[in-house]
C-alpha cells in the first residue's frame, strides 16, 4: 500500500515474547490449536496434513521455538500444546474439551486456564473475546494469533511492539473523544454515508503490549485504534467471502436490512433472515483504523492494521468494553464478533472516499481514498 517496501528484521520468538509480555521468569505456558477432530494432536498426527498451515506455524515457530531455546532464553519453567474443536465461527466460546499430544482428554477450564501464566492461542478463528474473558476470570496473560501465515511471521509479528505502541498512542490522542466519524463509500458509482456516534467516549488501541500482571489478552499482530461506537445510522456496502455486495440500511445501531447489488441473492436472504431471527447479530459493535504500514497478508487480523484501512464488525463487543455478551443472542452460535475490512486488497469494488471526524467543535479528515489525511500524517509527525 505504501512506497518503498519497508523492511523488516528476520522473525525472532523470543524477541515477540520478551516485548509483548516481559516475562519475569517461571512461567508456565500453553499453546492451543483448534482441529476438526482435536484427536488428531495426538502424537502430533496433525503436521501430515498439509493444509493445516496455521496449526503447523504454532507447532514449528511457536512451540519448537521454546523447546529449542525459547524456553531457557525467556527462563519459562513449561510449554504445553493443546487441541479443541474448531468453533466455526469468530470469537465464538471456545468448548471446555481439549486433547493433548498424548491422547489425554482436558478441560481447559480445569485444566488449563487457571494453571497457565501465558497461553497462546494459534487458531483458525480469532478467540479473543473467549479467552479475554477467561482470562479476567483465571488471571492468566495471552495472546491470540489467529490466520498466522508467512506473510504475518515475517512482517506483522517481526515488527517491534515498542513503536507499534507509540505510533498507536499518537493516533489515539488524536482521535480520542470524538463525537462521530461519516465514512462515505463508493460503489457503482454511487455514494452511501455511516454515521458512528462516539459521544466523546475514550478511543482504545490494539498494541500488542500485554505486561504486568493484570490479566489481558494481546490481539497479534496489533496496530489499531478503535471504539465501540454508541450508535450508528446510514447505509454502507459489504462485500462478502464470496464476493457479492449488497447494502446494508442502519438504523439504531444496527443493520436492519441488506438489499443485493450484485452477486448472489439467497446469500443476502439468509443473510435477512438471520437479522429478523436474531437483531443484535446486525449490532455494530467496532468502528476500527489500522496504524501500521504493513504488507497484505490476506488474513484480515494483519490486513486490518495497516495505516489508511478502517473496518467496522458486527456483534459481540465484550472484550472490546461493550455491552453485547454471547447470552444476549437468541443462537449461540451467532455469538461471533465478525470484522468487516475496507481496504484495496480486501474490497477492491467499494472505495472509501472518506472517513471524517467531529471533535472539539471541529470537522476533520482522518481518511481519504484509502490513504491517511494530513491530520493523520500530522498526529505521526508531531504527536
Known amino acids: 500500500m505504501h512506497a518503498p517496501a519497508r523492511h523488516f528484521p528476520p522473525f525472532s520468538l523470543t524477541r515477540l515474547l520478551k516485548t509483548v509480555f516481559e516475562p519475569k521468569g517461571g ?17 502430533f498426527d496433525f503436521l501430515k496434513d498439509p493444509a493445516l498451515t496455521i496449526q503447523r506455524h504454532a507447532y ?15 527462563k519459562f519453567s513449561s510449554v504445553d500444546f493443546f487441541a479443541y474443536q474448531i468453533t466455526g465461527g469468530s470469537n465464538l466460546d471456545l468448548p471446555d ?4 499430544p498424548e491422547g489425554k482428554k482436558v478441560s481447559l477450564e480445569k485444566d488449563v486456564y487457571p494453571n497457565y501464566d ?6 483458525t478463528f480469532s478467540a479473543t473475546a473467549p479467552l479475554t474473558a477467561f482470562a479476567k476470570q483465571y488471571g492468566f496473560r495471552g495472546a491470540t494469533l489467529h490466520g498466522l501465515n508467512d506473510i504475518i511471521l515475517s512482517s506483522g509479528l517481526a515488527v517491534d511492539y515498542n513503536e507499534v505502541s507509540k505510533v498507536a498512542e499518537k493516533l489515539r490522542l488524536g482521535l480520542t473523544k470524538a463525537d462521530w466519524f461519516e465514512v462515505d463509500f463508493k460503489v457503482e458509482e454511487k455514494t452511501y454515508t455511516l454515521k458512528l456516534i462516539c459521544n466523546k467516549q475514550e478511543a482504545q488501541k490494539s498494541h500488542g503490549l500485554c505486561r504486568g500482571t493484570e490479566p489481558d489478552v494481546a490481539n497479534l499482530p496489533a496496530g489499531e485504534v478503535y471504539y465501540v461506537p454508541e450508535g450508528a445510522e446510514g447505509q454502507f456496502p459489504m462485500r462478502y467471502e464470496d464476493g457479492t455486495i449488497a447494502l446494508m440500511d442502519v438504523s439504531g445501531g444496527r443493520i436492519q436490512k441488506a438489499t443485493i447489488l450484485r452477486g448472489d441473492i439467497d446469500l443476502v436472504n439468509a443473510h435477512n ?6 437483531p443484535v447479530t446486525g449490532e455494530i459493535g467496532e468502528l476500527g483504523f489500522g496504524t501500521q504500514d504493513l504488507p497484505v497478508s490476506g488474513r484480515d487480523i494483519q490486513d486490518e492494521k495497516v495505516l489508511g484501512t478502517m473496518h467496522v464488525a458486527t456483534g459481540r463487543s465484550d472484550h472490546l468494553g461493550g455491552h453485547l455478551v ?18 484495496p486488497a480486501k474490497t477492491p469494488e467499494i472505495e472509501v472516499t472518506e472517513v471524517r471526524m467531529r ?6 479528515v482522518v481518511l481519504a481514498h484509502y490513504q491517511p489525511a494530513p491530520y493523520l500524517l500530522n498526529l505521526l509527525k508531531n504527536g
Do not use: W
Request: glycine share 4%; with cysteine; proline share 3%.
Open 27 to 43: 512461567e508456565r505456558v500453553a499453546i492451543l490449536i483448534d482441529l476438526e477432530d482435536p484427536m488428531e494432536v495426538q502424537n
Open 60 to 74: 514449528d515457530a511457536f512451540y519448537q521455538g521454546l523447546q529449542k531455546g525459547g524456553l531457557k532464553e525467556l
Open 97 to 100: 474439551l481439549a486433547i493433548t
Open 118 to 123: 501465558l497461553i497462546l492461542c494459534i487458531s
Open 273 to 278: 433472515a438471520k437479522l429478523i431471527s436474531d
Open 326 to 343: 454471547p447470552k444476549l443472542f437468541k443462537d449461540a452460535k451467532n455469538a461471533t464478533h465478525d470484522d468487516i475490512l475496507f481496504s
Open 359 to 364: 471533535r472539539d467543535n471541529k470537522t476533520e
